[in-house]
T-cell receptor, first 113, second 108 residues
Framework: DTGVSQDPRHKITKRGQNVTFRCDPI?????LYWYRQTLGQGPEFLTYFQNEAQLEKSRLLSDRFSAERPKGSFSTLEIQRTEQGDSAMYLC???????????FGPGTRLLVL | SQKIEQNSEALNIQEGKTATLTCNYTNYSPAYLQWYRQDPGRGPVFLLL?????KEKRKERLKVTFDTTLKQSLFHITASQPADSATYLCASGHDMRFGAGTRLTVKP
């Protein structure tokens, strides 16, 4: 399967713990995006990378959230000191430079107890 | 503030009828709009893209329109089938701002 993959698919954690999610984009896609989606809402943009450079970050994004894409391939999203309000589906998408369509992964569903 | 809105949270129609979903945007002018389908527990899947200088785009039973005067896009599914039941999302241009989605249910 050459689509976008995300790991893990589900994560349950206790409030205050740190969690890290991984996204493997479609190979040769330079752009990688992270979104958060809560029930009944559309995906909300968090951040995006062009290769290894983080070019944009949502102003709504707490400083507890950090993302990396060290070699311009896979990316990780870390949430520190999780709160119950962080419970959501975290989606990753990739897009080739010059392309207009994003290809989404299956998401990581996070539940913070 | 810039907004993209899908006014209908849910739409129920009978099999064989045409489903029409609405997407409105305010306070900006996206160069293009995209429509995605999302099934429960899965990521969105791209369906169609329409640019601001295109009035209509078709793909099989799907049709999208873009009216820059009304600041609106309409998404149509003709001859709807129960398998079309899903949430449909519109998203604007490069900033990929998404609407909240419309949950379509097609009843047999």
């Amino acid at each position: 399967d050459t689509g976008v993959s995300q790991d893990p698919r589900h994560k349950i954690t206790k409030r205050g713990q740190n969690v890290t999610f991984r996204c493997d984009p479609i190979s040769e896609h330079n752009r990688l995006y992270w979104y958060r989606q809560t029930l009944g809402q559309g995906p909300e943009f968090l951040t995006y990378f062009q290769n290894e450079a983080q070019l944009e970050k949502s102003r709504l994004l707490s400083d507890r959230f950090s993302a990396e894409r060290p070699k311009g391939s896979f990316s990780t999203l870390e949430i520190q000191r999780t709160e119950q309000g962080d419970s959501a589906m975290y989606l990753c998408a990739s897009r080739p430079t010059g392309g207009e369509t994003q290809y989404f992964g299956p998401g990581t569903r996070l539940l913070v107890l | 503030s810039q907004k993209i809105e899908q006014n209908s949270e849910a739409l129920n129609i009978q099999e064989g009828k045409t489903a029409t979903l609405t997407c409105n945007y305010t306070n900006y002018s996206p160069a293009y709009l995209q429509w995605y389908r999302q099934d429960p527990g899965r990521g969105p899947v791209f369906l169609l893209l329409i640019r601001e200088n295109e009035k209509e785009k078709r793909k099989e039973r799907l049709k999208v329109t873009f009216d820059t005067t009304l600041k609106q896009s309409l998404f149509h599914i003709t001859a709807s089938q129960p398998a079309d039941s899903a949430t449909y999302l519109c998203a604007s241009g490069h900033d990929m701002r998404f609407g909240a989605g419309t949950r379509l249910t097609v009843k047999p």
